[in-house]
């Protein structure tokens, strides 16, 4: 399989857990494994009961696994930070105040933060030489997974915005004619190299997605999660990424036959309600059923996480990958 | 004085003339015109990447973001343009001189 493995699905249902899961059965099965979440409540800290930043740090007592936690807000602030310091580098003093107000009016647009998280996961995809698999958590929102099928759309955007670019700056070498000097020369624009040097991480990012990642929706059999779920594979398939299987989490377990109390009765109930629903996915939707996790007791989290990875039928083995 | 020389005199003074007559009623409008339809294009970008400006949210704008330090003139530029343009007629019709 795909050496990148994206985790999706609606809040709470569980990705945090099955992702490090999946990537505990990776290390398991001999794979440099990096597991990469970006839920800001810090669940793989929880799970894994060791604090995490973002740079991939080993997870202690499991052989070949590091994990990462991104902030999604860090990420904005430090993409800020950056160009800020780009500013005050190029931009005179009295330009600056100017040009930030346009700067910190960018980064509250809608979508700063689903941008600064596609950023920085395509870094890690990037950078991920030394493994062999990555595991994405990826948030609970409906925007990451828009993103996710974004890269095309940004491309040619970029590509409008290098045309416009081109066009005025050919405009003002023309303008210039004999000895004058033009106000704007193309060789050597930094606005244009910039542009071309983003344009060359979208085109990574599509081949990156479209080629060597598979997704997986993890679901509860509720039907608020059968409909997100629905509307989910929906929109993958839109953008060209295929859906590779369904993972249904907190299932409710079965009382013995013989007992009748009223806790029995109501988990007989619940059993047969969620029954049906697992049989709409397995007859409606078009990705497999790849894993039925039950209820857990405690919290997910050491020897659980293993009877968790166990559960889990998502074959390891790594093709190598096609974008580099 | 020679005469060879107020010729030559009254040569470069026709000479000068002659190309500020060109240039002011040929090159420079000409010029003017390029460089107007430059700014123009220049404005069409600037506002393909900062539609923010003008409160229209844009899935690029954070990117764009990261060219604001490579267009400190063009920004200034653009932002005195945009104050000074009344309508779209008049910009077209600066170039007339009426």
Redesign the interface.
Known sequence: MEPFVFFGGKGGVGKTTVSCAYGLRCARDGLRTLVVSTDPAHSVTDVFDQPFDDTPQPVEGIEGLDAMQLDPEDEVIR?LDE?RQ??S????AA?VN??NR??E???G????YE??LFDRFVDVMRDSDEYDRVVFDTAPSGSTLRLLG?PE??EQ??D??MY??R??????E????GK?EP?RVMEGD??LA??EG?KAFFEYAGTALREDAAFFLVLNPDELSLNETERSIEEFQEKDLAVRGLIANKLTPEPDPDENGRGARYLRERVKTESAHLETIRETFEPPLVAEIGWRVAEVKGDLLSDVAEELEIETSVEAPTSV | MELADRIERYRAILDEWLRGFYHGLI?HPA??K??K???D??D??ML???P??FGI????????????????DE??AW?RRLWDRGTLLERKGQQYHF
């Open positions: 993409h160009i780009d500013l580098e190029q931009v005179s330009m100017e040009i346009q700067l009016m960018a980064h647009t809608p979508g700063a941008s600064a974004l759309l940004l955007w970029i409008r915005l416009k670019r066009t005025s700056i050919d405009l003002f023309k303008a210039a004619i004058n106000r930094p606005v910039r542009l983003r | 090159s010029y003017e390029i460089e339809e430059a700014e294009a220049e069409a970008f393909a990447c900062f923010d400006a949210p844009s899935p690029v704008s954070y990117y764009t973001a990261e060219l604001l330090p490579y267009l400190e920004f200034e932002e």
